[in-house]
């Protein structure tokens, strides 16, 4: 391993990232507007308000629902399952858009009555940004331009470079020689998550931000999250928000960009009202240093089925934070000896995780089919694998959370199966009625989030294409978990998407 460090050509610091897709327009002037107008209110006047308009929005929904009730006691089979998603989705967004406060704007409802538990960060607090590559010659400059390109003032850069074969360590060089870098060049290819432990053993931040190499993100975005964490001592985490990079590439591209944006404004939306985002994502989660540092070495020596896991788990880091009130002491001493353990020992807290709308980034995602599929395998390895992690104490952490949480779980777990009987067994038997009703909610819920992506970005048409996700996540995406399952062994680390 060799280590090179370069300061800035300029005394000015850094060069802007050259592109950012998040000044590609400012917000629309009516939303802008109504922004302004409900941060004068008093907050529980915002809030009634809020919740007024998003139960006239869901309105046409909760009347489906209310007219197909008395029947579902007639026909629970037929009628069960779609009556059931359309609860889920109609209960998702209410939370998600009456309840959510963007961390790094405004002050949270519903904080812990301790506060003082939690130490304040330092008043400019510094930050560690890491990221680790392999093979991304193509994007990796994108990514780091982007990081050096951030308005955060305190910051520490690492980046490291996991053995790539390919031209990526001559294009980090060059961009050490004019950016504010530290870059770790390992000789030997060690895999994601130990190679972003290598570069914490660098990092002297007071917050450990991580992003993936195939990312972008806008000048503001770890300030917001940084100013997230500042306001609230309680905060162990925040993820940013993220958008497709490549989302003009194909339609696949497109479909996935609409579902990024619902998978982060309404799921992890609804998971931040209670604090407990079940996964601080890869294109941007930020840590305090007291929240996780600890749990470094557990997460690069993590071991399943009696062999280590490779892949570098997002769940898996943020689960460290959710559950280590109830699990850190084990983990901190099955690595006792760890320098992460005995520089210092952090207490064990109730930490929350919050999600940081307004921070923006963007990550590359796969715009051809079998790239797309080998992601969602990988995908679905990393959610089994922290299912019998965060599975075991996410009821301690309440009701709500247990419900999202929980509800998510027996959703992916039921899915293959409602694949089986709605696809192979009705038609088989003849009731192709059953089949249609399956397929019509499928995109009747693909076109509700949809509409929610319209709401979002009212001068986008890209709303289209969530119903083909839905389609594709219900008739080819589902068949995943078991093959997943079987094959949970095999596997490398590479964001290479060709």
Not at 205 to 211: H, N, S
Not at 425 to 453: D, E, I, N, Q
Not at 468 to 494: A, K
Request: aromatic residues 10%; charged residues 20%.
């Amino acid at each position: 391993m060799s280590v090179q460090a370069q300061r800035p050509a300029t005394p000015g610091g850094p060069e802007p990232s050259p592109f950012v897709p998040g000044q590609r327009g400012a917000p629309p002037v009516g939303r802008a507007r109504l922004t302004a107008l409900t941060d004068r209110m008093d907050p529980g006047v915002r809030h009634a308000a809020r919740r007024l308009l998003v139960v006239i929005m869901l309105l046409p929904l909760l009347l489906i629902l209310a007219h197909e009730a008395p029947r579902l006691v007639q026909a629970p089979l037929v009628l069960g399952y779609g009556f059931l998603v359309l609860t889920v989705t109609v209960s998702m967004l209410f939370i998600a858009y009456s309840r959510y406060d963007d961390p790094s704007r405004r002050t949270l409802r519903g904080r812990p009555r301790h506060l003082d538990r939690f130490p304040e960060l330092p008043a400019r607090a510094r930050v560690s940004f890491l990221v680790a590559v392999k093979d991304e010659e193509d994007g990796i400059e994108a990514c780091v331009r982007s990081m050096a390109g951030s308005d955060y003032p305190n910051l520490q850069i690492v980046v490291v470079d996991d053995a790539s074969t390919d031209g990526t360590p001559a294009v980090l060089r060059r961009l050490a020689r004019e950016l504010p870098l530290r870059v770790l060049y390992l000789e030997h290819n060690v895999g994601k998550k130990h190679a972003l432990v290598r570069a914490a053993e660098l990092a002297d931040g007071d917050i450990l931000a991580f992003t993936d190499s195939d990312c972008v993100l806008a000048p503001d975005a770890l300030r917001r999250c940084v100013t997230a964490l500042a306001l609230h001592r309680e905060l162990g985490a925040v993820s940013g928000h993220a958008r497709a990079l490549n989302a003009d590439e194909s339609v696949l591209s497109k479909a996935q960009d609409v579902w990024y944006e619902g998978q982060f404004r309404v799921a992890k939306a609804a998971e931040a009202t209670f604090g407990s985002v079940s996964c601080v994502s890869g294109p941007l989660a930020v840590f305090r240093r007291d929240a996780i540092v600890n749990y470094l070495p557990a997460w690069a020596g993590d071991r399943f089925l009696g062999g280590e896991f490779r892949f570098a788990t997002d769940r898996q880091l943020t689960g460290y934070v959710l559950g280590q009130k109830w699990k850190g002491r084990k983990l901190k001493a099955q690595y006792a000896d760890s320098p992460f353990v005995t520089e210092r020992n952090h207490p064990e807290l109730p930490w929350r995780i919050g999600y940081v709308q307004s921070a923006k980034v963007w990550t590359t995602v796969p715009a051809r089919f079998r790239p797309f599929m080998r992601q969602q395998v990988r995908w679905k390895k990393s959610f089994i694998r922290n299912l019998f992690f965060t599975g075991t104490f996410m009821w301690r952490r309440g009701l709500g959370p247990a419900v999202l949480f929980y509800g998510h779980v027996l959703w992916v777990l039921c899915a293959p199966l409602m694949a089986v009987r709605h696809l192979v067994w009705a038609p088989y038997h003849g009731l192709w009625f059953l089949t249609g009703l399956y397929l019509g909610g499928v995109l009747l819920k693909g076109v509700v989030w949809g509409l929610a992506f319209k709401a979002d970005n009212p001068r986008s048409t890209r709303w289209r294409y969530r119903p083909l996700m839905s389609l594709l996540s219900s008739l080819v995406l589902s068949w995943l978990l078991p093959y997943s399952l079987l094959t949970i062994r095999r596997g490398v680390w590479s964001r290479r998407l060709s």
